[in-house]
Each structure stands twice: as C-alpha cells, then as structure tokens.
C-alpha cells in the first residue's frame, strides 16, 4: 500500500466542546484522549500499537475491542500481508484490567470481557496471515497469553513474561491455554503456579518467543521478518497457516492426512505452480497473491 494510512477506530473518543460562558459566547475544547491503539499500515505491513501506557497497556474490554476491530479492517486485502503487535511505554502488557474485575462489575461484565478476550486470541490464530508479537517490556496474565498466541515473537533481551494471577487470587486459566500450547507442560505449570516471571532467554529457550534481540535493533529485526514473510504469495502462507493450527491439534496420523491433502490443494494454486515453474527457470516467482486455480 503506498503511504502509509493511519488507523484509528473505537478507541478514538470525539472532541468534546463545554460552554464556559453564555456572554460572551466562547468555548474551551477538552484535549482529545489518545486512542488506546494505533494502527499504521506500510508495504503490505500493519502495525498496531497498544497505546495505553498510564495503564499499563492492560488489555481493557475497550483495548480488546479497539485491537479486534484493528487486525479486522480490510484483514483479506493482498495489500495486507502481517500484522506486527507492538506497545508503547515500558510494559508490553501488564493483562487484563483488575478494575472490570470487581464484584460491583458484575458477572454478566466479567462473562463479556473474557468471551471478548478469547475472540481477540483466537482472531490472531484464524486470520489469513501471520501475526508478529514484538515485544519490548513486561508481557503479563493476559499480555503474556497475547504473545504466546501470536505466530512468531520477537523480544528485547529486558522483557519478562509472567502469569501472576495465582498472587491476587485470580488463577490465569485462560492465558494458560494460549501459553499450555507455546510451551512444555512443566514450564507452563511453574509460571501458573508460582507467578515468578522468566526472562526473554528463557522465554526463547521454551519457546515463547522467536529471537531475542537488544532494545536498538527490536524494530528492525521484526521488520525483516515481516518483509519475508510479503515476499511470499498471500494464499499459500493462508494456507499453511490455517493447515498448521489444525493439524496440531489432530493426532500423527491425521494430521498427515490433513497435510498431505493440503499439499495437493496447494499444488493447484495457480501461485503454487509459478513458483515450481520459476523455480525450473531460475527466476524469482511473480505471485498474483490470489486464490486462483492452476488445474481442478
């Protein structure tokens, strides 16, 4: 896409003007509130940014509805082709905000910012292209369970990742099954169980995060990634990334038998065919990053 656009949506409140005086008649505009996300697009690349740093980037109902409603505009454009989650201040996400938490909240509250945090998590495993967690901070509870959902993750030698709630009486049952599939059982049952953080090396030695970089070279690492990742047809990583997620979750043997027939699928592409036939002819493929049909 050339430009790049600026996305802001529900997390964007209007001006609101109050009248100070009738005689004479003038107005005093409140400062605009900053938008909880931001989403910037570029080259195919769609940065989101969570942008509530006074409070921790918690994952409020308002920031999960705002991060939602951000990944879903325009999701099945060949001009989109990754998705970069990305935070300001010091702390990635410090998870669920505790104050939608409390008895005067209700339970009927409490059912919708968990449906709607699930929805979230699971969106980020079902859209059509990759989703990239970069992260530079503290990543906890529900932050935490927001990386290990991500496709791939890219943190700072400074980050942690914890699951606290156990400490203030709220097991985090729901980051569990995100971080129960991203990491060994034993390791994901000592953070759950204990709320002690790991660090970044740890969490790239369980397999939390992808690569683990210095604070200076976050932003390029992670871009290098998502380039990569565009200079591949659009409908054969939706295909893989789709056949992946289901496949883990069938045993060997159907597994193989989903994959093998994916292969075939995939073959049929008319994608699949120019890189086979750009291959023989030691070129670079030109994708149509269509879903398109080669032969039945």
């Known amino acids: 896409m050339a430009g790049r656009v600026l996305c802001r949506f529900s997390s964007l409140l209007r001006l609101r003007r109050s009248v100070l005086?009738?005689?004479?008649r003038f107005y005093a505009l409140n400062p605009e509130p900053e938008p909880l996300t931001v989403c910037q697009q570029q080259d195919g690349i769609r940065k989101i940014i969570l942008n509530n740093p006074k409070r921790r980037n918690a994952l409020s109902l308002s920031m999960l509805e705002s991060l939602r409603e951000n990944m879903?505009?325009?999701?099945?454009?060949?001009?989109?082709r990754v998705i970069v989650i990305a935070a300001n201040g010091p702390v990635f996400?410090?998870?669920?905000?505790?104050?939608?938490?409390?008895?005067?909240?209700?339970?009927?509250?409490?059912?919708?910012?968990?449906?709607t945090c699930s929805e979230v998590m699971t969106l980020i495993q079902d859209i059509p292209i990759p989703v990239i967690a970069?992260?530079?901070g503290v990543a906890t509870a529900a932050g935490c369970q927001l990386v290990a959902s991500c496709d791939i993750a890219v943190a700072t030698d400074k980050s942690s990742f914890a699951t606290p709630g156990v400490n203030v009486g709220l097991f985090c049952s729901t980051p569990a099954v995100a971080l129960g599939r991203a990491v060994p059982r034993k390791v994901a049952m000592e953070m759950l169980f204990t709320g002690t953080p790991i660090s970044a090396h740890d969490a790239l030695l369980h397999g939390l995060v992808s690569k683990v970089v210095p604070e200076e070279r976050l932003e390029e690492e992670t871009l290098?990634?998502?380039?990569?990742v565009c200079q591949s047809s659009r409908p054969v990583v939706a295909l893989g990334k789709a056949t992946f997620q289901r496949?883990?979750?069938?045993?060997?043997?159907a597994a193989y038998a989903t994959a093998s027939k994916v292969m075939v699928e995939n073959l049929a592409l008319t994608d699949g065919q120019e890189g086979i036939q750009a291959f023989f002819e030691k070129r670079k493929p030109v994708w149509n990053h269509r879903v398109e049909k080669a032969h039945d």
């Open 134 to 136: 970069m992260v530079n």
């Open 93 to 115: 996400s410090s998870g669920h905000d505790l104050k939608e938490l409390t008895s005067s909240q209700g339970r009927a509250h409490h059912t919708k910012v968990f449906n």
């Open 21 to 24: 005086s009738s005689s004479p």
């Open 247 to 253: 496949q883990m979750a069938q045993g060997r043997d």
């Open 224 to 228: 290098t990634i998502a380039r990569r």
């Open 72 to 80: 879903l505009i325009d999701v099945d454009s060949d001009e989109l």
